[in-house]
């Protein structure tokens, strides 16, 4: 999971800004109105004062994390960030931004206390109030590009026909990879968190690796003749020659330049030989 690519839509430009906007009103709302580090107490502010510099202080801090937002989405354009190193940014921003608390506090209020003990403090605060909108955030961008996948994922498959149009495979992101003639896919294997695609491509047999799940690709290819028939495979019935009993298991052979057999398990047999029967009498 850390060592996973970081998902597109947390360096997304409009994620990164709602990001910005939505951490300073909650940090602000916040403090105001709980008041949780006892600042009025501490310095014998007035509600009002304590509003306008704890906006002010909040609003200011916040830049630490334009700053590094903007670095982080030049950066993504160039490199792929791992789950991991987000999360180090992450620290790395609240650590950016104790730090400037804590020489607020020195320098421009005169706290009186030992710097490393300010810093604590401001570390222990500071993880307190971004910790909740960015957790929330993350938790709704996550939600809205499944949203948007699905959707995108529903719209692709309706009015699919593949004996006019070419078969599109997405990856885990929904970004076009491969597209193939049905005539020429033979069928696809799973392999962990990714998809071999093998296909016929000048007389041979060729193979397309897709970062993807098959059980995604099931749910892509539905209206279409290729059918789940294994935990690890779905075949191309446009290029199944024969449907045969070997022993206790279904073997599909297909048409292809060399001899290829996939196995059909028991979970999905009844699908297939009904599709068998359905397509070889509509050819």
Not at 109 to 134: A, C, E, G, Q
Not at 163 to 188: C, Q, T
Not at 190 to 201: E, G, L, P, Q
Not at 238 to 263: F, G
Request: charge should be positive; glycine fraction near 2%; aromatic fraction near 14%.
């Amino acid at each position: 999971m850390f060592n996973t690519p970081l998902p597109k839509y947390l360096t997304d430009k409009r994620n990164i800004v709602r990001l910005i906007i939505l951490t300073a009103l909650f940090a602000v709302v916040f403090i105001n109105i709980y008041a949780p580090f006892g600042l009025e107490t501490l310095y014998n502010l007035s509600e009002l004062e304590f509003l306008g510099i704890s906006s002010i202080i909040i609003l200011t801090g916040v830049l630490v994390v334009v700053i590094s937002r903007v670095i982080m989405y030049q950066v993504s354009k160039r490199v792929t960030l791992l789950v991991w190193q987000y999360i180090i940014w992450v620290f790395a921003e609240v650590l950016a931004m104790a730090l400037f608390y804590t020489l607020f506090e020195k320098l421009f209020i005169h706290d009186s206390r030992f710097i490393l003990d300010l810093l604590k403090i401001s570390v222990k605060n500071t993880t307190l109030v971004l910790f909740i909108p960015y957790s929330v955030l993350w938790l709704y961008f996550s939600l809205q590009d499944k949203k948007y996948q699905l959707q995108k994922l529903a719209d692709s498959t309706v009015g699919f026909d593949t004996s006019k149009k070419m078969i599109p495979l997405y990856d885990e992101k929904g970004v076009l990879r491969f597209s193939v003639k049905a005539e020429h896919l033979l069928y696809i294997e799973s392999a962990d968190n990714y998809v071999n695609i093998f296909y016929i491509d000048k007389g041979k047999t060729v193979r397309f690796t897709l970062r993807n799940s098959i059980k995604h690709l099931e749910l892509l290819l539905k209206s279409a003749e290729i059918i789940r028939c294994h935990r690890s495979f779905m075949v191309n019935f446009e290029n199944v020659k024969i449907l045969r009993k070997d022993k206790e298991e279904l073997i599909l052979e297909l048409d292809s330049p060399t001899n290829i057999e996939i196995p059909v398990s028991k979970t999905y047999a009844q699908n297939v030989m009904e599709t068998f029967m359905r397509y070889s009498l509509s050819h």
